[in-house]
């Protein structure tokens, strides 16, 4: 569906001159979150604030502005969104423009406050000994401490707290994200104890936010009492395997190999998956690899078309790990070929192969290395894109970005029809096609003329695709003429794409 733009989303009920009274009287900002209270002289408090039980609520107040869209509280450092008092408090939790104090300042009083992107920049000044290295610490049972620690992983931060009580003999950590788009309900952050020399170790996980709490005997227990317990930490989608030492793991593991070699395809070496077929002598093989063999390549005998009914079902309820190197999911043999199919370590071209000519196939896990690496010119790390563009000589436009949005990346496909005289933007999910009806984009043409004017529209992601599908008359796509947005350029076109999750 082609998307053109919707302008009454932006707009306020009453002046901003009004807005601007609609003030709380402790922090002094729009009475934009609920609930609101009114104190025992009647100034009014907003839903930012702490009450306590002589206060009243205001309900009547609520009721009036329940429909009536504020600015953000960071309007003063960029933002740009308007909301209703509903969607208030979680936008302005992850708002990418918020300001943020130093996480040390709990333990060193440290008053720094700024952006995100300046964090790690005043870590590396003022608190390099805080810097969580290699995501790698040493566990202590032994002294009483407690510290936060900031630590980078796959281009996202995260704060690590830990925190030691040598009278209970327990270590505790907790990860928290600081950035303002991961989906943190569906990523775990994974705990990996081990001994020196990695003799043993055991894995723990939970979601990201919560806390995890390691009794100094259990973890000496499985570890075999080292000296020393070294502990890494590492991001990753929600798993359900089960918590094992390394050493109960590798009996696990040849049990179950042992086991699969019989359902094992004896050309391409996966696990067999209906439907199955088997030559005149019994022996079965793949659909796939059926197609490509003259006869059966264990005893010569004919195929025909002979199916392997009763292995079928005695399949369906095996457990089979994934055939991709490096992951380590299992499922039933049922479902082992919808995981595969989009599993992170499984080969995935480049996405940007239409534009860059690049077909190099990489795990998905690995896919923004490859971009960073190969493509860096191509990765649209800040949300601003300026183009330059004049009407008297431009030529049509064709380009192709990257875009994160937590862990997970999005295709930007943009281009300028010179006989069209339009503007198309369209969004891909980097992944599997079914996910795409996860997530939004927002479009905004920025007044590179300094008048204030604004445009702006959003729009759904698509599944991946090349930029002569993208802009198909079938497909989902954002396009603006040149009358339309001519006021807002100034030798440049200037535009942001933010990515959201819908609600």
């Known amino acids: 569906m082609v998307t053109t733009p919707d302008f009454t989303n932006t707009l306020f009920f009453v002046q901003q001159s009004t807005l601007e009274k609609l003030k709380c009287s402790q922090c002094h900002n729009l009475l934009s979150v609920f609930p609101v209270y009114r104190n025992p002289k009647g100034d009014a408090i907003c839903g930012r604030c702490p009450t306590d039980v002589t206060f009243t609520r205001d309900q009547l107040y609520e009721h009036a502005v329940e429909l009536q869209k504020f600015p953000c509280i960071n309007r003063r450092y960029g933002c740009l969104e308007a909301l209703l008092p509903c969607h208030m408090s979680i936008h302005e939790e992850k708002c990418r423009y918020k300001l943020h104090l130093c996480p040390t300042r709990v333990y060193n009083n440290c008053h720094w406050e700024g952006k995100l992107e300046d964090l790690v920049n005043h870590f590396e000044k003022h608190h390099p000994a805080f810097i969580l290295n290699d995501c790698r610490f040493e566990v202590d049972f032994v002294n009483n401490h407690s510290e936060q620690y900031l630590m980078s992983f796959a281009e996202e931060l995260y704060i690590v707290i830990r925190e030691a009580k040598s009278t209970d003999k327990t270590f505790s950590v907790q990860v928290k994200y600081l950035g303002f788009n991961l989906d943190v309900d569906n990523y775990n952050y994974e705990l990996t104890l081990e001994s020196p020399k990695k003799i043993y170790k055991f894995v723990l996980e939970e979601k990201v936010g919560f806390q995890l709490i390691l009794q100094e005997k259990t973890v000496q227990e ?35 190999t042992e086991n699969l070699k019989d359902v094992e395809c004896p050309v391409c070496m996966y696990h067999l998956v209906p439907p199955i ?71 995935f071209t480049c996405p940007l192969q239409d534009f860059e000519q690049c077909s190099v196939q990489v795990p998905l896990s690995k896919l923004f290395e490859h971009i960073k ?29 990257i875009l994160q949005y937590g862990l997970l990346l999005f295709k930007l496909s943009f281009v300028y029809k010179v006989e069209e005289k339009k503007f198309k933007w369209a969004v891909h999910f980097v992944g599997p096609a079914d996910e795409c009806v996860k997530y ?31 802009f198909r008359d079938t497909g989902e796509y954002v396009y603006l003429h040149y009358d339309q947005v001519t006021k807002f350029i100034k030798n440049h076109l200037t535009f942001r794409v933010l990515i959201n999750k819908k609600e």
Do not use: W
């Open 222 to 256: 499985k570890l075999h009492n080292p000296t020393t317990i070294i502990a890494s930490l590492a991001i990753k989608q929600n798993s359900k395997l089960p918590i094992q030492s390394q050493d109960e793991e590798c009996i696990e593991d040849e049990y179950e």
């Open 277 to 347: 077929y088997q030559c005149e002598t019994g022996h079965s093989i793949c659909k796939d690899c059926k197609e490509t063999q003259e006869d059966c390549p264990t005893c010569h005998a004919s195929f025909n078309r002979t199916q392997n009914f009763t292995l079928e079902r005695v399949i369906m309820n095996m457990i089979y790990p994934c055939k991709h190197f490096g992951c380590r999911f299992k499922t039933e043999a049922r479902n082992i070929k919808k995981h595969e199919a989009t599993c992170l370590f499984g080969p």
């Open 373 to 401: 690496s190969k493509h860096y010119e191509n990765l649209l790390e800040l949300d601003t894109l300026s183009i330059p563009f004049d009407l008297a000589l431009v030529d049509d436009i064709e380009e192709g970005y």
């Open 440 to 470: 939004n984009f927002e479009l905004e043409i920025v007044d590179c003329n300094e008048k204030i004017r604004r445009m702006y529209v959003k729009s759904s992601c698509t599944p991946l695709c090349d930029k002569n599908d993208a």
